[in-house]
């Protein structure tokens, strides 16, 4: 494209120059990086050298007999597991010192856990020479492996990208407006008009306009529309895509250097490319359009080439990574839009243009019911959606005959979409894609929860640990990588603290890593398991089989597996109503998930919990229809997680509380009322309930005392707790998640009161912290934690989640300490300005649960500045008085009002609505009895107006149903202005 506006290679903006200032350093490319290669080659091959005979030996002292034989079999059968684990280790090592080398296989940690590996290599030789010397004082338990990073080098690409290839332009050149692809365009109309809002509002400051979303969601098709309608307002335009074939950052700053100078300008020198566009730049109101940033050192490089200038100038990037996004924003004043999925009905809508025409009509019922099913897996990103409907419509004439799941088996026919989802994996660091691989082993539909699936990852040692860091922190790390990177999806937001604790994988994504983990040897599927077996039976024993997911039921699969050598596999998952398998054929399982597993008898609990699953670390039997844990549970020594929720299991046998590794207990939805009184040492977690009162177990031993490493404790019943065990509490120094229930008499009992302020006073560590009250229930008496001494500890200034379900007289003053919370729920009985101004300097807060337990005598009004992070608000309250103040809430995307009725007096409703720039929702929530209550209809009519002057830039829900509210306020538009129903789960209705 070419500059708007003046070009030339001297224009005003200054003089370029060939010593410019100091900037951060392009990537180097140099011939160090070579030496390095080499080094690491030669070290892996010294490895390989000093690995390669163990197995074998291992093999051949197992087989002696008499003296200098191993006699235990327990000490046989952990040299027979490690005997399998370096067959691993050298089979790989085989792999990577066969290839050539990439840039990631030389990160700086590789060298230092090739010496970890040395040193494992030479213990283990050791201890082979005192078994075959007949020594018996050895110890045949290897230590904590954690040979992940092997793993994740096998699946990085070996040569990466050639540098000395050719760059054309056309790799940086972004996709030009197509008048033709209208259909594409469904619900643009919004976003469109908010972006032209904010390149064109007043104010001289450079701005920088983040938009993210997940791939094929519409963020190119969108730029591209503003930038044909706001271009002619700027001095200079520029736009660039970065390239999928290589990411250089030079560039595409000399293709964003073509559009705006004349040739003679340009130099191939990084520093020079990126000083003179800055000066040249310095004083122009100019556009600068980046697409498709996915690399933080390339957005830094990118954004040092353009000034702060006071032009009005504005810089657009797409990206799908979230902390990029957020990354552009800090560098220079800016603003996030998230491209948000279609809805049911738009989705319906991009998918009758693109497979039946413009004419918006189903051909048949049955293809209306096919087509649903279809559309429940693209999950609104219109890249799916248009990939399925230009499949089908190739085959229009076949429609009738064909079902669903014939057209989603088909998903792999997609190139276009197996191309987009294949940058997506390759962009990952290399430290994420075994991770990424490890989510092909959940269903389409499945909740993932954070809790279990880090335990998975903790048990199959697939996080790479650095002597620095624990494992909770960089597990954390990683979860918030995949979800910053779109690989799994956070849940819809319900307002509770718990909203990224549960996501899913997009079915699209999903057969893309099954294939991917395929290809990898990563996983064992339903699917690859007939080959895998025929491979076998022709004498091919090569494949080393780590990893069995069976989800599907199949007759031979019992005979197949008997023909698989199974001593590889460390994770076996089962679920569903899959037939009877022979568990006994797995005898170095580490993780065993047999969650929703229908065939699972307490018959197959107790062959689990012998001798033969000694190495397992993780068991989970989670709803399923077992009722007792076996005491030979006692067997498993390595156990680290048990999860036996929702099972019908009614008794803990004390034998659980022996486990000497036991890291996860989770005992939610069972009969379980009442906990062995004995110590458990060991254990960190113990999630004993869900979230309502009725389900919390009934009795806590009082020596919880002694759990002194515990670090979650939900939900606990205190109810009937004498007020000395909460000491007992209190005492738990490291708890970091602690939710309990508490009685109405509690709050008016000050031995209780008393203990609770010591309670929270003490656990300095905690992060999240739930009191879940009684009807009625006052906390007051909170109020004076401020006061109190503090000589034992500072008090929970972690804390980033707090949820308390009882009624305050005002805001609580210590509240303004809690530099780090992120999500509070509260209710007050008033709000006062001082209120409202603790609650809008806490600085990182993202979601706002108020309830306002009072009728307003005046407007609750939100200044410029207040919760400057805050995502989500939700209010609860009889009159929705809230007034929001020119540039108040700048990153505030969902408002939720819950209300019920009161006497409503002049101007009584909300107002500023359009002063919430990043808004996109407004739902309103109330009692279908209230529906012509005066107090309602007035701020449900003020909602009305306020949206509709936004030009569909905000939507409206009222009570589960999108409004059309131009439509309800246009005599002409009709009657009905209702878009769509958001109950989720039900098919659009014509």
Known sequence: MEASGSGGGGGGGGKLLLAPPPMPPLPPFTAESVLEYLEIQKEMKEALVLMEPLPPRISELLLKQGVGSVASDRDRRSLAYMEKELSTVVAALRQLTSRVLGPDHVAPRIKDRLAHLRELANWTWDLVDELAHGRTRYDTRLPDLNLTWIEQLLLVDAAGHDSSAPLSCDNYQLPQPDTDTTPHLVAMDGPRKKLLRWLMEDGEATKIISIIGPTGVGKTTLVVEVYSQVRQHFQCCATAKMSRQTSDAEALLRHIMSQIMDEAALCSNGYLLAHNIKTYLQDKRDLIIIDDIRKTTDLEIILEAFPQNECGSRVIITTPIRSIACLGCSHMDGLIHEVKPLDELESEKLFLANAFGADGLWPSEYSRQVSYEI????????????????????????????????????????????????????????????????????????????????????????????????????????????????????????????????????????????????????????????????????????????????????????????????????????????????????????????????????????????????????????????????????????????????????????????????????????????????????????????????????????????????????????????????????????????????????????????????????????????????????????????????????????????????RFLTVPKWIQGLNHLAFLHITVCKLLPDDLKILGSLHKLECLVLGLDFLPQEAVVIERGAFHQLLRLSVSCRIAWLNFGEGAMLKLTDLDLNLSTGPVS?????????????????????????????????????????????????????????????????????????????????????
């Open 906 to 990: 002049e101007g009584s409703s909300p107002s500023g609505i359009g002063n919430l720039l990043s808004l996109e929702k407004v739902t309103l929530r109330y009692d279908p009895w209230y529906i012509n209550s005066c107090s309602v209809k007035t701020t449900v009519d003020a909602l009305r107006r306020q949206v509709a002057e936004l030009q569909s830039t905000v939507k409206l829900v009222n009570n589960g149903v999108q409004e059309d509210v131009v439509a309800i306020l246009d005599p002409v538009a009709g009657p009905t202005g209702i878009i769509r129903s958001e109950t989720k789960g039900k098919a659009p209705r014509p």
């Open 375 to 806: 559309l429940r897996r693209c999950d609104g990103i219109p890249l799916f959606i248009i990939a399925m409907a230009g499949l089908m419509k190739q085959e229009q004439g076949e429609m009738v005959k064909r079902n669903a799941a014939y057209w989603l088996e088909r998903v792999v026919e997609l190139k276009h979409v197996e191309e987009a989802l294949t940058l997506v994996y390759d962009n990952l660091p290399y430290e994420l894609k075994l991770l990424t691989l490890y989510m092909s082993t959940f269903p389409w539909g499945y909740r993932i929860d954070k809790h279990r699936l880090i335990s998975k990852w903790r048990a199959e040692g697939l996080i790479v640990l650095d002597m620095w860091r624990a494992f909770e922190e960089v597990a954390e790390e990683c979860f918030t990588e995949l979800l910053d990177r779109d690989i799994i999806r956070p849940l819809a937001c319900k307002y509770n603290s718990e909203v990224e604790t549960c996501s899913q994988v997009n079915y699209f994504m999903l057969q893309f890593l099954v294939s991917k983990s395929e290809q990898n040897f990563f996983l064992t599927t339903s699917h690859t398991v007939n080959s895998t077996a025929a491979a076998a039976a022709e004498g091919d024993m090569t494949q080393m089989i780590q990893r069995i997911f069976l989800h599907r039921p199949d007759q031979e699969l019992p005979t197949l597996l008997g023909t698989i050598d199974l001593s590889h596999t460390r994770s076996l998952i089962v679920s569903g109503s899959v037939n009877r398998i022979p568990l006994d054929k797995f005898i170095h399982l580490a993780m065993l998930d047999l969650e929703g597993w229908e065939n699972l008898e307490d018959v197959d609990l107790v062959q689990i919990c012998s001798s033969n699953f000694f190495l397992l670390k993780y068991l989970s039997v989670r709803n399923t229809r077992v009722s007792k844990l076996p005491p030979q549970i006692s067997e498993l020594g390595y156990l680290e997680t048990l999860d036996i929720s929702h099972t019908q299991i009614s008794e803990i046998p004390i034998e659980v509380w022996g486990l000497p590794k036991l890291w996860s207990l989770d005992l939610r939805g069972t009969q379980v009322r009442q906990l062995p009184r004995d110590v458990a040492t060991c254990l960190r977690h113990l999630l004993v309930s869900g979230h309502k009162l009725d389900e919390t177990i009934m009795e806590i031993p009082d020596d919880i005392l002694y759990w002194n490493l515990l670090e979650t404790l939900a939900t606990i019943d205190i109810r009937n707790w004498s007020s000395w065990v909460f000491k007992y509490l209190a005492d738990l120094r490291f708890l970091e998640v602690l939710a309990v229930t508490w009685s109405f008499h509690q709050c008016y009992d000050e031995e209780y009161q008393t203990a609770l302020r010591s309670v929270i006073q003490r656990l300095g560590c905690l992060k999240s912290l739930t009191i879940q009250c009684e009807v009625g229930c006052s906390m007051e008496f909170l109020d004076s934690l401020s006061d109190m001494p503090n000589d034992l500890s500072d008090g929970p200034k972690d804390l980033q989640n707090l949820i308390i379900t009882a």
